[in-house]
């Protein structure tokens, strides 16, 4: 079945830090992937998505780039700020292109990042 | 914009009670979705529905009742709860099936059962 693993955390950074959080894919497919953020006591939010190979989704200065050879789809983004303090999870979908899962998302277990000023 | 709204926020239950997880969305979406999340494992989906009247089972059903009687609401039922059952509950609504414009999320239900 689907699976997706994610870095190990947790990530603790210093402000204006590079920061990437590793994210690779098990998929029968070809599934959309995405990236979301849960801050302290909220419900998940959608960060942002890529839904076919080389695609790169980007929002809020984060960036993640679909890589099908790789299997892979990792977030990064170049200054973090103390306000990005949250949980990310990467998360895919195969409903799509004939899929029957019905936009069922498998989540990673999350990671994390805690940002110092 | 209310969105996706989870009632209550927080409750504790003994063994063995029941109890229903409110969910409530304003978007007119055909998918909704509840998930629970354990510390550490990422979430998992305990059952879904594409629709008024129709629901499935997802990853971990069991002990879990839902219905869809109407494109807004989306009860979670909790008979018998057992202290494996203590998470944190999210429910969940999409436009699309591909789920590529991705979900909106309730605030979440943390419950304990002691």
């Known amino acids: 079945g689907d699976s997706v693993t994610q870095m190990e955390g947790p990530v603790t950074l210093s402000e204006e830090a590079f920061l990437t959080i590793n994210c690779t894919y098990t998929?029968?497919?070809?599934?959309?992937l995405f990236w979301y953020v849960q801050y302290p006591g909220e419900g998940l939010q959608l960060l942002l998505k890529?839904?076919?190979?080389?695609d790169k989704g980007s929002n809020k200065g984060f960036e993640a780039t679909y890589r099908k050879e790789t299997t892979s789809f990792h977030l990064e983004k170049g200054s973090v700020q103390v306000s990005d303090s949250a949980v990310y999870f990467c998360a895919l979908s195969e409903s799509g292109a004939g899929g029957t899962s019905y936009g069922k998302l498998t989540f990673g277990q999350g990671t994390i990042l805690t940002v110092h000023p | 914009n209310a969105g996706v709204t989870q009632t209550p926020k927080f409750r504790i239950l003994k063994i063995g009670q029941s109890m229903t997880l409110q969910c409530t969305q304003d978007?007119?979406?055909?998918?909704m979705y509840w998930y629970r999340q354990d510390p550490g494992m990422g979430l998992k989906l305990i059952y879904y529905s594409v629709g008024a009247g129709i629901t499935d089972k997802g990853e971990v059903p069991n002990g879990y009742n839902v219905s869809r009687s109407t494109t807004e609401d989306f009860p979670l039922r909790l008979e018998l709860a057992a202290p494996s059952q203590t998470s944190v509950y999210f429910c969940a609504s999409s436009y699309s099936l591909e789920g590529d414009y991705g979900y909106t999320f309730g605030s979440g239900t943390r419950l304990t059962v002691v």
């Open positions: 890529a839904t076919k190979a080389d």
């Open positions: 998929a029968t497919g070809y599934p959309s």
């Open positions: 978007m007119n979406h055909n998918y």
